[in-house]
């Protein structure tokens, strides 16, 4: 644990929010605090330095599509994946469950292991708790997470009950394969939205002593007030020294919701993937800049954001790109939207130092609704 | 005149090489100079500071591109072309007329002007010697072109003569058309590979007295010895205080016999292109990086670089890439060529003012060749 610390600078007095720094061998990661996603070990479109002058701190890779593509060892033989994507900071790697649950074909669970077949050319696999870290720690990122169960939206208690109980004894089999010592390896809080199943799951995992904690399975189609209960019953029971990741979520206001709830870490697509299809995360809420009112206008895409898509164009030059299908359009709206959520959770992170959480929260979802 | 001049700096002793300076009022272009191309006011994929990076001082936009999409009073809104895509370098704009005879449909040319459908949309359209004036005063580049007529390859002789006489009538009508001051308006050489008729083409152009002159109808599928031979006929009927552009040539060989030929100014979309089709110019030939044998390449691209492409990453990172369609891939080998083509006209104008041109093209083409 001396590679990892968790520092909490302050908390805020109205809400659960809390301002800290997780500190990693790669770095610190100001908390609240956004990663990127950069699946294949690239955020889409993105060169390093760009999201670095976006504020980003932290990046996550996808284990499943990395290991199927281009295979772990390669990014091994280059040192990992810091030196494989050129990107000096610290990185998260998920577990592969969540895709061999989403993605994968014919897949078949027990609970020795996974075994499926990769969605690009069928080839039959595995994944073990085992195998999830041996691969993780070939990978080389900073921060690692266990192999959990991700039942779908809707599943009946009893299944999400036994996934929880499977999560935990794969949780204890990750903690028992992990060789290396420079790497933080996460439990993954499961239980649906049950409260006393997320309780269930934070508690036994809790007793395994991890470094950090990851609620997982919200944000899968469940109403947002209930993932925001879900986060009201499992934060309480996570240790307050050790940092809270919400695993892929979310919009904005999600993030808001969460942060108000004592969440540090979050990781979503949505930032490059709304880009790259033409939508904007905007201060006064979204904007799709292929509508033809923006044909003419010579306005900032954002007038109060400092990226390059913002300060160097107007609205009617960004539309003009994504009209001629021209790959600078979601290369911008990307950088845009990266910028656009960093500002965001330092936003909220000032809010916290300040205690001044709860005025900024009315101030954005008034803003974000558009009546401001 | 007085806006544009062209400085001769060194002629090379045993070729027509020369190395100048062409002043726009956008600044400087060093020649021999090599413009990426812009074609819808973006170089695909790239940011102006990267172009900048790569050693870009001038770029090329498509006046029937824009034309068509957004339309030229969009860009004049903006206050011209620099404003709009955020470049405030030189910029060139073609005429229109080589995608009109390359790309539009359902074409009728006369004496007085083309008309022809939009290859997007099928809307038919005029463009004549006034009109491709007007466009290109409206997006407002420092360099326009007169309207010429191209003949496609193969055509006959007295076709290619009609076309030259033609082009010459259209030149006299763009000169008498133009009414800003702040552009220079060059003329074109027609006459496909018949030397003859590249004498007459540019006989009448000088006559016309334009600031520089184009050399167009080449690379259209003749054999590399017509157009160069094409090259010697045409470049000595020029006037040695004007700046020379061979147009949309091409690859290194030919720019480095054009420059031996006395050519100052070229633009071609190949290293962007083939940037985006994972083939790399490197100082030991062409590289196609999706090739299985640089699945574990730790290497660099090209060691002699030092774009990011070849810095910061390995040849199986690049290749990584593009196997799994990320848009990094286009975009990082796009940057490497257009790194590669500026390097290579910077070499030549550094052996021209050294007087060396004959020996460094030895040279190149034994390491194009693989063997050295």
């Known amino acids: 644990m001396t590679l990892f610390s968790y520092t909490c600078d302050a908390t805020?007095?109205?809400?659960?929010?809390?301002a800290g720094v997780w500190h990693t061998p790669h770095?610190?990661?100001?908390?609240?605090g956004f990663?990127?996603?950069?699946?294949?070990?690239?955020?889409?479109?993105?060169?390093?330095?760009q999201l670095r002058a976006a504020g980003a701190q932290m990046l996550l890779a996808n284990t499943y599509h990395l290991a199927l593509r281009p295979g772990e060892r390669i990014v091994e033989e280059h040192g990992g994946l810091h030196r494989?994507?050129?990107w000096d900071g610290p990185i998260l790697t998920d577990s592969g469950g969540f895709q061999v649950f989403s993605l994968a074909a014919r897949r078949k669970v027990d609970d020795e292991k996974i075994v499926f077949r990769s969605h690009i050319?069928?080839?039959e696999l595995e994944l073990s708790p085992e195998r999830a870290v041996q691969i993780q720690e070939s990978?080389?990122?900073?921060?690692?997470?266990?192999?959990?169960?991700?039942?779908?939206?809707?599943?009946?208690?009893?299944?999400?009950?036994?996934?929880v109980d499977r999560t935990t004894r794969w949780a204890q089999r990750c903690r028992e394969a992990q060789k290396r010592s420079d790497q933080a390896l996460f439990g993954i809080v499961q239980g649906g939205i049950h409260p006393d199943l997320r309780e269930r799951s934070a508690e036994a995992l809790v007793q395994l002593d991890f470094p950090g904690y990851a609620v997982g399975g919200l944000s899968v189609g469940e109403p947002p007030a209930a993932m925001y209960s879900t986060l009201d019953a499992t934060v309480p029971v996570l240790p307050a020294d050790r940092p809270r990741y919400l695993m892929g979520v979310g919009k904005p206001e999600d993030i808001l919701e969460a942060v108000c709830r004592g969440i540090d870490m979050f990781d979503c697509v949505m930032p490059t993937r709304n880009g790259r299809n033409a939508m904007a995360f905007t201060s006064s809420g979204p904007v799709r800049i292929r509508n033809s009112q923006y044909r003419s206008d010579l306005g900032a895409l954002d007038?109060?954001?400092?990226?390059?898509?913002?300060t160097d164009y107007t609205r009617s030059y960004l539309r003009h790109l994504f009209v001629?299908?021209?790959m600078l359009g979601p290369i911008l709206l990307s950088l845009h939207n990266i910028t656009y959520y960093q500002k965001l959770v330092r936003q909220l992170r000032d809010a916290i130092l300040e205690s001044r959480l709860q005025s900024l929260r009315s101030e954005l979802l008034t803003r974000w609704s558009g009546a401001a």
Chains 1, 2 share one sequence.
């Open 12 to 18: 805020d007095s109205m809400t659960q929010g809390r």
């Open 27 to 32: 770095g610190p990661l100001q908390t609240p």
């Open 35 to 49: 990663m990127p996603v950069g699946t294949l070990a690239t955020v889409k479109g993105l060169l390093p330095a």
């Open 84 to 86: 494989f994507m050129n």
């Open 121 to 123: 050319d069928g080839t």
């Open 139 to 163: 990978l080389g990122a900073d921060c690692i997470m266990c192999l959990d169960e991700c039942p779908p939206a809707g599943e009946s208690r009893e299944k999400i009950l036994a996934a």
């Open 303 to 310: 007038a109060e954001c400092s990226c390059p898509a913002c």
């Open 324 to 326: 001629a299908g021209e």
